[in-house]
């Protein structure tokens, strides 16, 4: 236990600083896993929105400091890449019914 007033306000602090950064990690969660959700069940509209409102999430979790730079790079790159490969994959199928059988 902290003895001097400035070790028991650091400690008020760091509890402060943790609730906020577990709120701000949840937050990031959350957007991110719309993100897959929304992959896996084939919405490329509806991913492609949820993709652009977790990487303003991520890069504010970097500003926050609850991220490292070089995290939310890698984890918007890999949404990224899902999300362009469902887009992909959906006009391929399109372009395969449009064209006639013969």
Known sequence: MANYPSAKKRIRQ?????????ARRS???????KVEEAIARGDYEAAREAF????????????KGVL?????ARK?????????ALGQQLAARAAEQQ????
Request: proline share 2%; net charge positive; glycine share 4%.
């Open 52 to 63: 652009v409102k977790a990487e303003s999430e991520l890069r504010r979790g970097v500003t």
């Open 14 to 22: 760091t509890i402060k600083r943790t609730m906020r950064n577990k």
């Open 68 to 72: 490292h730079i070089n995290t939310a």
């Open 27 to 33: 937050r990031i969660r959350t957007f991110v896993r």
């Open 76 to 84: 918007i790159s890999r949404l990224s890449k899902k999300v362009k």
């Open 99 to 102: 064209q006639p059988a013969g």
